[in-house]
């Protein structure tokens, strides 16, 4: 055992002094001369933190426009690849089609589905669960970082909180208008599925427009009532 653990201790303390951080900079292969590993050419390395090159912080305007486009694309990624955007999106569309079989039914005779019918019967369901995916996507976006344990790393870049909030109702705001989007594609479908093909675009373009704003109201008031929430819980509950 002592004469083992000489062995290691020496190797131990010939690795601690020829060790260098500069040694990675040269790829390492087993069937490469020294010499053409000689010749590679890496910059030399940095023996001080007062050598390194100091970045140009910018904080116009500009910059943080471009920061909250990128913010917001990030977080709708993020939302359009969640399980709620895509089960709640589903259910709309399959809710949609359901109740489109059954439009003839609320004045007792069959009817044509033409496009204010299917914006009055249909799209009010849809609604429903566009309201039920504001709520749940608003906690979940405020509540991100606190849950990870990584608020305290987001609050010590340099990006204004302004910014970070902003980015995320913008982000809401993407969703939101993906959703009219497909409801639109999905009355117009609905539409042709039953051979019925005077499509009134405008209706459509009206409804998502109108639609679009009353959402946006109700995506500001969730996420104001998540920001001053002390849990998640409550702010799903006001």
Known sequence: RLLWLGIATVITFISFFRFRFSQFLVPFSLFKSKSSAA?????????????????????????????????????????????????????????????????????????????????????????????????????????????????????????????????KYLGMLYVIAILMVVIAITGILIQYSMGFYDIDLSLYVKSGLRMLVYNAIFTGLCLTLQLFS?????????
């Open 39 to 167: 010749r590679v050419s890496h910059p030399p390395a940095i023996q001080s933190l007062s050598l390194l090159p100091k970045a140009q912080q910018r904080f116009s305007v500009k910059g943080t426009w471009n920061q909250l486009f990128y913010l917001a694309k990030f977080e709708f990624v993020k939302m359009t690849r969640s399980s709620f955007f895509i089960i709640f999106c589903l259910l709309g569309i399959i809710v949609m089609c359901s109740v489109s079989q059954f439009m003839g039914a609320i004045y007792a005779t069959e009817t044509y589905p033409v496009t204010y019918q299917i914006i009055d019967v249909c799209v009010p369901f849809f609604q429903i669960f566009i309201m039920l995916l504001i709520v749940f996507l608003s906690g979940t976006i405020i509540w991100r970082e606190r849950e990870n344990k990584t608020d305290e790393l987001v609050g010590a870049t340099p990006v204004s909180d302004t910014v970070l909030f902003f980015s």
């Open 230 to 238: 002390p849990n998640i819980h409550l702010g799903l509950f006001l």
